[in-house]
């Protein structure tokens, strides 16, 4: 078991630490589950998908998971220019993860807010 563990102990060489902080954090599942459920979509039509996002935040989030190669950028020589975001292949190889992930969740959240309040009773 310490041997199969060691490929966690540093931060370059653990994969579970290295992706999950990457995508890990409050939006990019919200992005990624967004996207997941279009062909394409703009800034301004994730903006409203998503909704309690600022724009500053919602770039930021794109920026790292684009620079992940999970969201691919489609910039148009439009005036005013047209931005089209959509998931890529590994991207879209996550949802499938992530919808098990919304699926635990959702079987399992009266019973973790219940956990929580005998928790902070005690």
């Known amino acids: 078991m310490e041997k199969e563990l060691?490929?966690?102990?540093?931060?370059e060489t653990c994969?579970?630490?290295n992706v999950l902080d990457r995508f890990g954090d409050k939006w990019s599942v919200l992005v990624l589950l967004a996207?997941?459920?279009?062909?394409?979509?703009?800034?301004?039509e994730l903006y409203k998908t998503i909704g309690s996002i600022s724009q500053k935040m919602l770039t930021s989030t794109l920026r790292v998971l684009e620079a992940d190669g999970l969201v691919s950028?489609?910039?148009?020589?439009?005036?005013?220019?047209r931005v089209e975001y959509k998931l890529t292949e590994r991207g879209k190889s996550l949802l499938v993860y992530i919808h098990g992930l919304v699926g635990w969740a959702k079987?399992?959240?009266?019973a973790i807010k219940e956990?929580?309040?005998?928790f902070?009773?005690?």
């Open 107 to 110: 079987e399992n959240m009266e």
């Open 35 to 44: 996207l997941g459920g279009v062909e394409k979509m703009r800034f301004n």
């Open 6 to 11: 060691g490929i966690f102990s540093g931060y």
């Open 115 to 118: 956990s929580r309040e005998q």
């Open 73 to 81: 950028r489609t910039i148009y020589p439009e005036i005013p220019p």
């Open 120 to 122: 902070d009773r005690r």
């Open 15 to 17: 994969p579970v630490r």
